[in-house]
């Protein structure tokens, strides 16, 4: 069982900026998909990066230019010039393709405001 564990939320004002960590059980990163997730209050959780265990990153389009996903022995979003509509709960993804399996962090809130 692979635990994730998501760090770095909070409030800030519109165009600041925030970093997000997650810290995982295991080196999981050779072996996982790495991804963030966001969830908006009555919305559907969304993709918002990828970093694959290649290391080939991809953004939504939403994020692209403002957000970096990286990762050393953690797995970072780096999120600059924030927006009221990036306001969210921002959870951790780890996805195996063989076996097959996902594990998910508790979720970390970051707030926007205008």
């Known amino acids: 069982q692979v635990q994730l564990v998501e760090s770095g939320g909070g409030l800030v004002q519109a165009g600041g900026s925030l970093r997000l960590s997650c810290a995982a059980s295991k080196n999981i990163f050779k072996i996982a998909d790495m991804n963030w997730y966001r969830q908006a209050p009555g919305k559907q959780r969304e993709l918002v990066s990828t970093i694959t265990t290649a290391g080939r990153t991809d953004y939504a389009d939403s994020v692209k230019g403002r957000f970096t996903i990286s990762r050393d022995n953690v797995l970072y979003l780096q999120m600059n010039s924030l927006k009221p509509e990036d306001t969210g709960v921002y959870y951790c993804?780890?996805?195996?393709?063989?076996?097959?399996?996902?594990?998910w962090g508790q979720g970390t809130l970051v707030t926007v405001s205008s």
């Open positions: 993804n780890a996805a195996i393709v063989f076996p097959r399996a996902e594990f």
